[in-house]
């Protein structure tokens, strides 16, 4: 695996079922008693948030102290610096302070390759969502959630239908979770207004639909994206009422599900607008279990990332002076 | 490469350390057998076979000992290996680890490590199949099915049906690579 989780394209199809292989067996060992391991003791991890989030936050922040490794909480919030350079000077900062690894979340697509790939710092760079781009521990964690719904999956997706459902054009979720369940071997269905389909959504290798009523009784996942209001500047549909009646999972459409499917939400939820609350807290939903799933993928890829040597092991950091000459 | 216990050797010592449990403990009243994969994990369960034939059933599990070894940074991560406790747990209990050969001693040192943070066992033992010698850490077997003096650019390699194709114990001369703690 790479110094760096920035795209769900960074794993191979081995790699990204020895992440889920982790994160299960770290599931046996934290069930009982062995809350804590010891495994990333003297390693700081960062942090860097330049957008809100609570739970990717505070998930990572749960799985490295899990693990035992320092965390620093960095937000960028109320910076006026240009993006270029307030990412520079950040990620010189952290340098100077000796971060292993830095978790970035930024608005811009791309943040987290750049930071990566500016020789600004040796520490492994995850991606906790850049932009409209990707959010690859997402897409893990909700892997991760399937193959526990559905154990004849568990060496491959290979025949598991997936309907993506929403604002496919803002969601870097969406993105992350086409690469990585298509590389596992799904069959993948968008479904989505025309507006919010992004251009070339025709090269992704998945089926897209305006029809909700004729794809739902043949899917085995639901997975429903938060329409995502923040990112919206143009009316993308006429009206939310509109939106909920044709895109949205409420009662009707929960029924006409096979009976085995799961229905699934990144969250933050907008109960009564993409998902009705009776869907949301049904029997069905794993909305909960993504969650918790959460910490398990991220310890995994954090033990991937920092469990062996890193580069900080052989190289020692760099004097302060020697990076502010630069 | 030579042979230094075949199959009939391996039996008959895990018989041996079987009655020692048994002697050791005074029974088998609050013994638990806990294996440290892959193969200790095989030997464990071999052991707790016999004990069932010669005395009582006893709870066996799996220590996956990989996230408290103190090498993690001198390579790279490794696979985890499935962990299972007996649902008694440990606490009060009187625990015997169960390896396939003892080297260094940092795996059971992990090992040890490990049983603290799921809770405060009566006391340790520590059954291995080989002793090849070369103690980094103060650290000794209770039960031992062999001893082996080697070299220390030798390598044992102990093979088990289970995984393997035969039971066997090889002395193999001047290898790099893996190394059984």
Not at chain 1, 292 to 313: E, F, K, P, S
Not at chain 2, 90 to 112: H, M, N, P, Y
Request: proline fraction near 5%.
């Amino acid at each position: 695996m790479d110094r760096h989780l920035l795209s769900i394209n960074d794993l191979t199809r081995a790699e990204a079922f020895g992440i889920l292989n982790t994160a299960h067996e770290l599931a046996i060992i934290s069930d009982g008693t062995l809350k804590k391991l010891p495994t990333l003791r003297g390693r700081t991890v960062v942090n860097l948030f330049f957008e809100d989030s609570t739970r990717t936050r505070i998930s990572f922040e749960s799985a490295a102290k899990r693990l035992s490794a320092d965390v620093i909480n960095f937000s960028a919030k109320g910076s006026s610096v240009s993006k270029g350079e307030s990412l520079k000077d950040t990620a010189q900062t952290l340098q100077a302070m000796g971060a292993d690894a830095v978790i970035i979340r930024h608005g811009a697509s791309g943040a987290a390759q750049r930071l990566a790939d500016s020789g600004w710092i040796q520490a492994s760079v995850i991606n906790a969502g850049d932009g409209t781009h990707e959010h690859p521990t997402q897409a893990l964690l909700d892997a991760y959630t399937i193959r526990n719904s559905f154990p004849e999956y568990t060496d491959s997706f290979e025949g598991l239908r997936v309907a993506i459902v929403g604002d496919i054009l803002h969601s870097r979720v969406a993105r992350s979770n086409v690469l990585l369940l298509k590389k596992l071997g799904a069959q993948v269905t968008l479904l989505a207004p025309p507006t919010l389909l992004p251009v070339g959504v025709d090269s992704w290798g998945v089926e897209t639909s305006y029809q909700f009523d004729e794809v739902i009784p043949k899917v085995d996942v639901v997975m429903m994206l938060r329409v995502q209001s923040e990112r919206m500047l143009d009316s993308f549909f006429p009206s939310e009422r509109e939106y909920s009646r044709s895109f949205g999972l409420d009662s009707r459409r929960l029924d006409l599900l096979p009976p085995r499917s799961i229905v699934m939400h990144p969250g933050p939820m907008n109960r009564g607008l993409e998902i009705s609350a009776e869907s949301a807290d049904s029997h069905k939903s794993v909305v909960l279990a993504q969650v918790a799933n959460g910490v398990l993928i991220r310890m995994a890829v954090l033990y991937q990332l920092l469990g062996g040597q890193t580069l900080g092991d052989i190289s020692s950091v760099q004097p302060i002076t020697q990076v502010a000459n630069k | 490469m030579a042979s230094l216990l075949d199959a009939g050797d391996i039996g008959r010592a895990l018989k041996r350390i079987a009655h020692e449990i048994v002697e050791r403990n005074h029974g088998l009243e609050s013994v638990v057998i806990i294996g440290i994969p892959t193969r200790g994990d095989y030997l464990a369960k071999r052991i707790a076979k016999v004990l069932s034939e010669i005395e009582s059933p006893v709870p066996v599990g799996t220590l996956d000992i990989t996230m408290f070894r103190d090498d993690l940074r001198l390579r790279a991560p490794r696979p985890l290996l499935p962990t299972s406790l007996p649902s008694g747990g440990i606490e009060g209990k009187c625990v015997v680890l169960v390896d396939d050969v003892l080297f260094s001693g940092r795996t059971i040192r992990a090992a040890l490590d490990a049983l603290g943070e799921i809770g405060r066992p009566k006391s340790v033992q520590l059954a291995v199949l080989v002793d090849r010698g070369h103690r980094e850490l103060p650290i000794r077997a209770d039960f031992v099915g062999k001893n082996i003096p080697t070299s220390a650019n030798e390598s044992v390699k102990v093979n088990l049906t289970e995984i393997d194709d035969e039971d066997s114990v090889l002395l193999i001369p001047e290898v790099s690579g893996e190394h059984n703690g």
